[in-house]
């Protein structure tokens, strides 16, 4: 069972610099989600997803692009990184409405 | 729109403690109610749920009981490990529109032997 993966694990990029955090499911769940975790502001969500090729904001879009090409992936996007995008980055799945989400276990990017 | 209220700790408890931790919320209608449990260096992971008011979700020995009146979803363990030394999440889930997102801060639980 891997449930959702998530790579890079770790990644240091420089300002400006860009990069795709890749999200993987082998659940066949129809809703993605990245969050980002920071320190004293907690879990916030940047964009989701309610199915293959559909995309929406959340909180903190801004800076982020995603796409859901397959429904098994969902792929969050840095165009031009920047210091304040340092945090962890979660995706998640859930199967439906009332089920709970399944985490990957998180990018911890630096931004320098 | 919609938020939770869950106390941020730390708590610190002994080995085989009874363990409270508090969450109110504030949503449209009633959705599902959740606590998730983070691990160091892990991602959350769900830990017991609940669907509908007077509904107890249980697991692991963790239990939180749906209240409607009070918009509450406590979560209880009536003795504690070493183990269960982790952040705990209180979150309500989507509503009718598929909408609510929020998460609680977190509250942060060491257990000490």
């Known amino acids: 069972n891997a449930g959702v993966t998530q790579t890079p694990k770790f990644r240091v990029l420089k300002t400006g610099q860009s990069m795709t955090l890749l999200c993987a499911q082998d659940?066949?769940?129809?809703?993605m989600y990245w969050y980002r975790q920071d320190p004293g502001m907690g879990l916030r969500l940047i964009h989701y997803s309610v199915g293959e090729g559909t995309t929406a904001k959340g909180e903190v879009p801004d800076g982020y692009n995603v796409s859901r090409l397959k429904k098994q992936n969902f792929l969050l996007g840095l165009e031009s990184a920047a210091p304040s995008q340092t945090s962890v980055y979660f995706c998640?799945?859930?199967?439906?409405?009332?089920?709970?989400?399944?985490f990957g276990s998180g990018t911890r990017l630096t931004v320098v | 729109g919609d938020s939770v209220t869950q106390m941020e700790g730390p708590v610190t408890l002994s080995e085989e403690a009874f363990l409270t931790i508090n969450c109110t919320y504030t949503a449209t209608g009633y959705p599902s109610l959740f606590w998730y449990v983070q691990y160091p260096g892990e991602g959350l992971q769900l830990l017991l749920k609940a669907t509908k008011a007077d509904d107890k979700g249980s697991n692991k020995g963790f239990e939180a009981t749906y209240r409607k009146e009070t918009t509450s979803f406590h979560l209880e363990k009536g003795s504690v490990q070493v183990s269960d030394s982790a952040v705990y999440f209180c979150a309500p889930g989507p509503d009718n529109y598929g909408q609510n997102f929020v998460f609680g801060p977190g509250t942060r639980l060491s257990v000490l032997p």
């Open positions: 659940m066949n769940h129809e809703y």
């Open positions: 998640a799945s859930r199967q439906g409405l009332n089920y709970g989400y399944t």
